[in-house]
């Protein structure tokens, strides 16, 4: 299988809610929620996308090659790209009925472990849209990151603990689904948290505790307080409100607050190897990808997560090569052109 043959497949899986667009960039499917689109006019996705590709890159190849290295250690695991699948919930809702949370899962994470690194997985509503990923990452010895909504603290608790027992390298909250008002209209609320809580919820657990959905330098310094072990800088891919900048555009200044105090992911836009390095440059650790990963696990289940992850990284190694970066430590702002 190629990626060409993937995007094919897909296509005809996925049904009418993604066309499976050369570029994602959020521009056919603004708006279309349930489906693939940004929350209201699309503006924040298709900012995600575009000031990603306004960044260009300082070329240097002159230099002693000796070879890339890619890895990353996280959550005391050795991972072979600092790249991970982002969840995905609602399967049925915005995808069709190809694959239900279980199936969709398991293309996400024996893929992404077949290619030496891992995916968050998702949470919903009824009990089952966490349980049944839950499953297979315990089957997959642990090997995902479940993402929990930021629900009523003692459930949060318990599904922590689910986790736990799973063996999981680490738990996440979207807190950024506070927003989500169509969970309440379903009968079960999630809103927003104050430190104090997210701080008691954190120290319940010994896993590393990710907090997604931070936008801001406040927003990050509290995360710090609360005692996560990371954040991801997302606007949920544009999903939960309209009109916010891209989290590459707030990543620097969240990076020269909070960076070396906790691990710092960003997702929203990112496409392509190049767009790894250009993100790890301004002071991300490590990257989430969303929507590529929908369509790469429609379009070859498990192989073609795997093929993606392996793209993406081969194109990371090839931009690194071309920006005189041996390994991820040596990527900083200088391979960023200024103008
Ligand atoms: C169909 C769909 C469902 C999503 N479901 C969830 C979810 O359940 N939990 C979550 O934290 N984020 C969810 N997200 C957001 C992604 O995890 C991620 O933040 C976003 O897709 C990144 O942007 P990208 O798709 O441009 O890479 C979802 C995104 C899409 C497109």
Redesign the pocket.
Known sequence: MDYREVLENAKSRIGAKCRVCRE?NGIVCRGELPG?GGKGTGSS?IR??EKLNEIKLNMDTIYEFKGVDTSIELFGKRFSFPIFA?????LHI??GNFYNDEGYTQAIVQGCKKAGTAG?T???VDDESYDLPLKVVSEAGGWGIP?I?PWQKEEVKAKIKKAEAAGALAVAM?ID?AGLTTLALLGKPVSPKPVEEIKEIAASTNLPFII??IMTVKGAMKAVEAGAYGI?V?N????VQDHTPAPVEVLPEISRAVGGKIKIFI????RTGTDVLKVLALGADAV?????Y?VAAYGGGAEGVELYTKKIGSELIEAMIMTGCSKLSDINEDIIYKG
């Not at 949920?236 to 999903?239: E, S, T």
């Not at 997702?267 to 990112?270: A, H, K, R």
């Not at 989430?288 to 590529?292: M, S, T, V």
Request: proline share 5%; hydrophobic share 30%.
């Open positions: 994602c693939m996705f995600n996308f982002a969840p995905i919930g609602g915005h995808y968050f998702a949470d919903g993402t909504k979207d689904a997604k959905g991801v997302s949920h891919g544009g999903r997702d929203g836009g990112i989430l990808i969303g929507r590529p929908g």
